[in-house]
């Protein structure tokens, strides 16, 4: 009898940071990464009220991509290259750090003006060995360019990569894919990713991988080149994700991603020294967390 598609299933932390509730997904001791995929956040559900917001100040990256993707709700990004982008649902804001980059996260004036539902994905693609000190650079794609797929009883959006015969106009440094799929309650989807690794997180509803079920909220981590069928045991909404497994370690401390803990660091000394560039018209600063 051939093992189970699904490797290892991970319900992540739940912490709430002022009111906002954030799934920590990855990286996790039995699970460090999916493909190049080292960190993931589910963001919410949550209500910000009229008169509040988001508000993540600047903080500095090395080494990775972010990856932010919305089912609800708007952030506004700004960055230290200049970048100034306010991101809606289905939309993409892939963000290469390389070298060094700060960006912060906040509500805009339209949305703080009233009740806003916010909810979403946080993702961390740690970069190439040869790209890790890449110049920064931020990409942002509408939805109304990326890709849809689909087949009987689901649908979906390709955000980067390639899947389903279909490749996302999004640029990434790394052999992955990341998918956003809507399924109807009792549909099948039958998942041959071509990938070292994948993983399925379901954003809302219940699934069953190969008859093993699958609750909101769980990631359910695949084995090697695992060819599963996915069955929806209600209305579903996945992030579907990996890629080719990394040759190399990768550390990470706080924000930052490296193949080397000097690099690491020096970037904590150039954090604390002023030494990234800041993002234009901001002046608030994250300090370094201790320990």
């Not at 963001?43 to 009220?49: D, H, Q, Y």
């Not at 699958?214 to 045991?233: C, D, K, S």
Request: avoid cysteine; glycine fraction near 10%; proline fraction near 8%.
């Amino acid at each position: 009898m051939e093992p189970h598609s699904v490797d290892l299933v991970i319900t992540g932390a739940t912490k709430d940071i002022g009111g906002f509730e954030v799934r920590r997904l990855l990286p996790v001791a039995k699970r460090r990464a999916v493909g190049p995929f080292v960190f993931l956040d589910h963001m919410g559900p949550a209500v910000l009220a009229a008169g509040k917001g988001l508000d993540v100040r600047p903080h500095p990256h090395i080494g990775l991509a972010t990856v932010t993707y919305l089912y609800d709700g708007s952030i506004l990004h700004r960055d230290s290259v200049g970048s100034v982008q306010e991101i809606s649902p289905g939309d993409v804001n892939w963000m290469t750090a390389g070298r060094g980059i700060v960006h912060s996260e906040r509500s805009g004036e339209a949305a703080r003006a009233v009740d806003q539902r916010v909810h979403g994905l946080q993702m961390w693609v740690a970069l190439p060995l040869q790209q890790q000190e890449t110049d920064p650079v931020f990409a942002h794609t509408p939805k109304s360019e990326l890709p849809e797929i689909s087949g009987p009883g689901w649908k979906g959006r390709l955000i980067a990569g390639s899947l389903f015969g279909k490749t996302s106009p999004v640029t990434t440094l790394n052999p992955l894919f990341f998918a956003d799929i809507r399924l109807d309650a009792g549909a099948d989807l039958d998942l041959a990713a071509g990938y070292d690794e994948a993983a399925l997180y379901v954003v809302e509803g219940e699934i069953q991988i190969d008859g093993k079920p699958i609750e909101e909220g769980n990631l359910a981590v695949l084995r090697n080149y695992a060819t599963p069928t996915i069955t929806a045991v209600k209305s579903s909404v996945l992030a579907i994700f990996g890629g080719d497994t990394l040759p190399e370690p990768r550390f990470m401390y706080w924000n930052f991603v490296s193949t080397s803990r000097e690099r690491i660091d020096r970037a904590k000394q150039d954090w604390q020294h002023g030494v990234f560039d800041p993002v234009p018209g901001e002046t608030e600063f994250t300090p370094l967390p201790e320990g």
